[in-house]
């Protein structure tokens, strides 16, 4: 029994951090259609800041987190402007942006790659290390409690969704649809940030742990739906879940639990693309 | 001349909204019938129905005689019903003369040079009697408003149709643009091909149709000769505060 | 290098005239390769049979994973072939015995056809075959009825359907074949250096391939061939500058690309032969 717990526990934790980085993207899909693979790379960045700023100069951990975070809303926002509104400007397909991101996807990881030796990097976690867990909970909720709100009860809230629905009716109601936008991306930076710098002390800072999280990500959202708050992060739990069970109690070699995620999001594609919760219409 | 296509009892309901109702009409080769009703009225609805576009809730549509309610567009592309788009749908990436091969896909079967080298020389014919001549090379996104509307019709053409169906074809054109169209659908009527039209411009419809159909609200208020359509008081009823016929 | 070139054109028929965006050419590549080196010994079947076989499993697989996709939007195939790689190469490094592991397999030798052995030179003639084969063959259904279907099922599906094109068949259709010809490919791969192993066809060279083909000019054969030679042979030019970081020199490029001149370099030349 207490191993169960704590591998609910474990499993609740990873299943946060996919939720995180799903609520990344939707933040970015659901104002501009975008898919953005950058994701993982954003994470990765945010954990080679939490490196440099937490273990090399030994910053306390809430200034080294919200410098971190701070710098991830400028990186979305430089993103946005670079590779994203030149394209939108010009009227190209929604094709466009989506590969000029990995276009972005690939620098990112390389410059990371350049300016740090290849080894992995410890990030530190200031309390016990047995509380990692419960905080990377903790966090999440709050944050998607918080990104809920948003949606729900404020007024930019609502004109995200008025973006999504339909782009030129809220351009029409006086929308600023760039601005939108921008704080789109720059929202999806700083939560893909977040994911990032909690799941780092875990598995340490390393330039290859971009794809992989924005693949279990993007899974998490096709699992829960792209319609809602909510989705993002029961999906990545139920993945988590699934992940962490199926390699416990069943029968298979390890290195087999890279390929749940994939397996599901094959399954999911293929079986119930719009995910497990519908939006509200 | 004969039916071409017959519409039976044709219901659309999306939810709670019922937006074609019980409709029946015919359309006969060469004949032009067109459909008019105010906004809302269904006609899009009927237009896409037919089309293939999603599934009616009730009712039937004949295609010579065979059902084709429910198949898939390019199904009913295919048996020779084809359509031009209200918002013009060129293919961007290719030239205007590939565009129109295109709309020929349904004709060809076997892949050989000659046959690819007729189908040219038979869209260019089509690409000249539109009115294009001079731009089958030309780039799509180079053409005008008015210009993409006859690609349109130039590619529903090129697959050699029984049926025509043209979604608003005189939205966005210019009085001399519209003459010319009025002109090419009178000609290929003249070719006993079947066209059904709607459209929500009068003015444009009623000398060019040679039967009307009237919608309001889903069901279909009046069907005849455009004087007796121009003459009828439920459907100026119908139109007025949005646009009244001239008597 | 000649290979690249062989996947590029394929990759470019799927990606640049259909308008899918696929990540599991390279998959396929591998599916090849492995299942021709599997059958041939591991079960020991002959050579012909062998590359059937591999063909085969090819398009099986190629089925499983465009019809379903075939019905939703583009990116749920991108998303569906990205999951297949990753998940091939994790197949590949699991698959102990049978593959290999993450060593892969190595020291076999192609046997004798005909009772020739092909090596060097001889080989290199088989691979510039293969080349050619390819290019002919997409061209030839470039220029036909199923090319023009695809491209306009690429720029607007829905008036595409409307003109008689089954759009999903063709989207299958198209996935299929270029599937098996990188499946092809592999097998003729298999041979070159006599080893296979997971890292080479993994989801990195997928990118690199969708980049080669961005740079070089999407839907234009010569674009595509260009884009895979520059990129096979920029690493080799740029060593002395930036040493193994070449990826972010194809980055910058791609990016560069999609920003600038969509039409890529292909684009670029017409431009200039005006």
């Keep these: 029994m207490q191993d169960f717990l704590e591998l609910a526990v474990s499993a609740a934790a990873s299943g946060c951090i996919y939720g995180l980085i799903a609520l990344a993207y939707l933040l970015m899909i659901r104002p501009t259609g975008i898919i953005n693979f950058a994701v993982g790379e954003w994470a990765m960045v945010a954990a080679f800041g939490g490196y440099v700023l937490l273990t090399k100069y030994e910053l306390p951990y809430p200034l080294g987190m919200g410098i971190v975070l701070a710098f991830m809303l400028v990186v979305g926002w430089l993103t946005e402007r670079v590779a994203v509104r030149p394209l939108v400007e010009k009227g190209a397909t929604l094709l466009a942006p989506i590969l000029a991101l990995l276009g972005v996807l690939v620098i990112t990881r390389e410059i990371i790659s350049i300016s740090f030796p290849p080894d992995p990097h410890t990030v530190p976690f200031p309390f016990e290390i047995q509380y990692h867990k419960y905080f990377i909970i903790g966090v999440t909720f709050a944050v998607f409690a918080g990104a809920w709100l948003f949606f729900e009860k404020t007024l930019w809230g609502k004109s995200f969704e008025a973006v999504a629905v339909n782009r030129r009716a809220a351009a029409l109601m006086g929308i600023n649809l760039s601005r939108v936008t921008s704080l789109s991306f720059a929202a999806g930076a700083a939560v893909a940030g977040l994911g990032g710098l909690l799941v780092s002390p875990n598995i340490s800072a390393h330039y290859l742990m971009g794809v992989p999280l924005a693949i279990q990500g993007f899974t998490a959202l096709v699992i829960g739906g792209v319609g809602r708050v909510e989705g993002a992060l029961l999906g990545g739990l139920l993945l988590a879940f699934a992940e962490q069970f199926t390699v416990r109690y069943a029968p298979i070699p390890g290195g087999f639990a890279q390929g749940v995620p994939l397996l599901f999001l094959m399954i999911f594609l293929v079986l119930r693309p719009t995910g497990l919760l519908r939006a509200r219409a | ?247 | 290098m000649l290979l690249w070139v062989t996947l590029a054109l394929g990759y470019n028929f799927l990606f640049g005239i259909c308008g899918q965006v696929s990540f599991s050419h390279f998959a396929f590549y591998g599916i090849g390769a492995y299942s021709v080196v599997i059958l041939l010994f591991q079960l020991h079947v002959p050579l012909p049979l062998a590359i059937l076989l591999g063909v085969a499993i090819c398009v099986v697989v190629a089925l499983v994973v465009a019809i379903p996709s075939a019905r939703l939007e583009g990116f749920y195939l991108a998303l569906a072939t990205l999951a297949l790689a990753q998940l091939f190469v994790v197949l590949l490094n699991e698959g102990g015995e049978v593959t290999g592991g993450t060593g892969g397999i190595a020291s076999y030798r192609l046997p004798a056809i005909f009772g020739m052995q092909l090596r060097g030179p001889w080989y290199t003639a088989v691979i510039v075959a293969l080349l050619l084969a390819t290019y002919f063959i997409l061209r030839k259904l470039d220029h036909s009825w199923f090319g023009r279907a695809c491209r306009a099922v690429r720029d607007n599906p829905e008036a595409a359907a409307a003109m008689g094109i089954d759009v999903a068949r063709t989207k299958v259709v198209a996935f299929t074949l270029t599937s098996a010809l990188a499946g092809i490919a592999g097998m003729v791969y298999a041979f070159v250096d006599n080893t296979v192993n997971p890292p080479i066809f993994g989801v990195e060279n997928a990118f690199l391939l969708l980049f080669m083909v961005i740079v070089g000019g999407s839907g234009r054969h010569a674009g595509a061939a260009i884009g895979a030679v520059l990129l096979f042979l920029l690493p080799f030019w740029l060593a002395p500058l930036v040493g193994h970081h070449h990826v972010l020199v194809f980055g910058v490029l791609m990016l560069a690309a999609i920003l600038l001149q969509p039409k890529g370099l292909i684009g670029i030349w017409d431009r200039f032969s005006r």
């Excluded at chain 2, 025509?164 to 054109?173: V, Y």
């Design chain 2, 1 to 247: 001349m004969g039916s071409i296509l017959e519409v039976r009892n044709l219901s659309k309901r999306f939810g709670g909204l019922t937006a074609v109702s019980e409709l029946d009409f015919e359309v006969r080769e060469g004949e032009i019938l067109g459909m008019i009703g105010p906004n809302g009225a269904g006609k899009s609805t009927t237009f896409n129905l037919i089309a293939g576009a999603y599934p009616a809730s009730s009712g039937e549509v004949f295609f010579k005689r065979e059902p084709i309610l429910g198949l898939p567009p390019h199904q009913i592309a295919r048996r020779g019903i084809l359509r031009t788009f209200q918002h013009n749908r060129p293919f961007q990436g290719m030239s205007v003369l590939d565009n129109v091969l295109v709309g020929a896909h349904r004709l060809f079967n076997r892949n050989t040079r000659d046959e690819e080298t007729a189908r040219r020389v038979r869209a260019q014919e089509l690409i000249e009697f539109v009115g294009l001549g001079d731009l089958a090379q030309a780039d799509v996104g180079t053409l005008s408003f008015g210009q993409g509307r006859l690609l349109e019709i130039a590619r529903a053409l090129a697959g050699e149709p029984r049926l025509i169906l043209f979604d608003e074809p005189a939205a966005g054109l210019a009085p001399a643009e519209l003459e010319r169209l009025a002109e090419i659908i009178r000609g290929i009527a003249a070719r006993g091909i079947a066209v059904l039209l709607i459209e929500h411009d009068m003015h444009f419809l009623l000398p060019l149709a040679h039967r009307v159909v009237v919608l309001n609200f889903g069901a279909k208020i009046a069907d005849g000769l455009p004087d007796e359509i121009r003459r009828n008081p439920a459907v100026m009823d119908a139109y007025l505060g949005s646009h009244a016929p001239h008597p």
